[in-house]
């Protein structure tokens, strides 16, 4: 079982190793961050709204710029640069709180900065994994990678919700910067070399790279019904991010502990989500089983704003939005991702990824500011009904396209795997 394949593949395994202990750390320091916000320095709706566009904003903004330069030069390098900057850049805030100084507005530059960086390795990292280890392998390796991601999910956010209290939330935000740190050396052990990709030279033609990804999308039927769908998801969860913590800890009074358990339910689901990916053709066929996941990740959200007390009704609720939505949406998430990998030739994956970041991005944006207007006019619980509303909708756009009519998943773009040295 563990001697053939990639679970033999040097390089794989150190960018799986890597990813693994950075999401840990990542979830970890997200979860402490807004806890920063919220306990320590008693922000309002309005001001975690600010924070969580911060986090976006700049993503947005340099998201094309990612898939350029993504496509023109080595992924590893930026992967690299990225990984040892967040670290620095996140070991800020533990050591202002231990002078005293902590602010919001270190808060949303540290915000700000993260961003920046994660969505140029986002875009490296997605765009380095097919070249990697070839297209035949791609949901394989989205499943391992998702399913160690939700291993360090559930063990992030179970023992987040402690250390926050025994660390306070800044001192929890410490676990990140080392993540960052550790996953910048596995990176660094990776061997394989990416084959030089031509490129136009001068400002004029980095600038008109900018807007391929869009064409190549758009010209795509799949493809652009991914990226309304994603939009759609990406809305709605955005606005429950700004949303939910204010509700479950003010409105319900959970504590930062029993929700960093609940929570970590969310990374078994998510686990058993990612064993799933692989046989999603058997709800159906590739695009009825993407339809089926879609559906229910969004259904799945409801139980949230029905959780109106610390309770065994209570928890219960919460338990059932983590074991049904965060199940699904990885499902979903391998299965998009590797569909649009597979339809992407290598000199356009950057550029792909990117945009669909771009668009990503863009609704995020929205649904923060959206999220903060509406929960300081109707509150936080009103908000999340009206957030998994809109989650709903991205089963619209699937069902409406060719994407639900697919029995298997298509591959236009065949190449090989890299060579190991």
Known sequence: ?????????????????????????????????????VVWLEASPAQVSVLVLCGIVPAFVASLFAGV?????????????????????????????LLGVLSLAQLYVTAILLSGLSVFFGVAYRSYLPVLIGRDSLVDGN?????????????????AGWLIQWLTAPGAVLVNAVSFAVSGVFISRIRFVENARPTSSGPAARLSGLGDGFLFIFRNPVLRTIAAANASLRFGSQMVT????????????????????IFAVGGLASLAGAAFASRISVLGGFGPGL????????????FMPLATSVSVVGVALLLANQLVSDSFWTIY??????????????AMLGRMNATIR??????????????????????????????????????VWVVLSPVARLQRMPVLAREPAATQP
């Open 333 to 346: 998430n391998i299965n998009e991702l590797s569909l649009r990998q597979a339809l992407t030739p290598d």
């Open 358 to 395: 771009f668009v990503e991005f863009g609704a995020m944006i929205g649904g923060g500011l959206f999220a903060g207007l509406l929960g300081e006019l109707i509150g936080a619980r009103s908000t999340l009904f009206v957030a998994c509303g809109v989650m709903m909708t991205a089963t």
């Open 143 to 159: 499943s391992k990678l998702s399913a160690s991601e939700s291993v360090a999910e559930t063990g992030g956010f179970g023992i």
């Open 291 to 302: 339809t089926v996941a879609v559906f229910l990740a969004g259904l799945g959200s409801f």
């Open 69 to 97: 330069l993504g496509d023109r030069y080595p992924r590893k390098p930026i992967m690299l640069v990225c990984d040892f900057g967040r670290a620095a850049v996140v070991l800020g805030v533990p050591l202002a709180a």
């Open 242 to 261: 700004v949303v939910f913590l204010i509700y479950l800890t003010r409105d319900v009074g959970f504590g930062a502990g029993v929700l960093g358990m």
């Open 1 to 37: 079982m563990f001697r053939s394949g990639l679970w033999c593949h040097h390089d794989f395994l150190h960018l799986w190793a890597g990813q693994s202990v950075s999401v840990f750390g990542t979830l970890v320091g997200q979860l402490a961050l807004q806890f920063t916000a």
